[in-house]
């Protein structure tokens, strides 16, 4: 018999099910963490690890940093140097 004392597991959960659990378990973190028990806690951190770790291996293009996020996206933005990228920087 399955344990599904903390849900269906994230493999058996179709896409949209998939996001909507993920998004779910967001917007209840902050009560869990302020609230909750220890056990409340740590059964939601479980649960959230292993459906964001199933959503990353689903939608790695969902997940993918959006350049003005990273440091070399915002300098690049900015016009400055961007080091080991430039071709200025390149020995000579």
Same mark, same amino acid.
């Given at each position: 018999m399955t344990d599904r004392s903390h849900g269906i597991a994230p493999q058996e959960l179709d896409d949209d099910d998939l996001r909507r659990e993920v998004a779910h378990l967001h917007e209840t973190r902050h009560d869990t963490l302020? #609230? #909750? @028990? +220890? @056990? $409340?806690? /740590? $059964?939601?951190? +479980? =649960?959230?690890? $292993? %459906?964001? /770790?199933?959503?990353? %291996? =689903?939608?790695? +293009? *969902? @997940?993918?940093? *959006?350049?003005? /996020?990273? /440091? $070399? #996206? @915002?300098?690049e933005s900015a016009g400055q140097s961007m080091p080991g990228r430039d071709l200025d920087d390149a020995p000579g």
């Amino acid at each position: 018999m399955t344990d599904r004392s903390h849900g269906i597991a994230p493999q058996e959960l179709d896409d949209d099910d998939l996001r909507r659990e993920v998004a779910h378990l967001h917007e209840t973190r902050h009560d869990t963490l302020l #609230g #909750g @028990s +220890e @056990s $409340a806690l /740590r $059964a939601h951190t +479980e =649960r959230m690890l $292993a %459906l964001e /770790r199933e959503f990353l %291996l =689903r939608f790695p +293009e *969902d @997940s993918a940093p *959006d350049p003005m /996020r990273t /440091r $070399a #996206g @915002s300098r690049e933005s900015a016009g400055q140097s961007m080091p080991g990228r430039d071709l200025d920087d390149a020995p000579g």
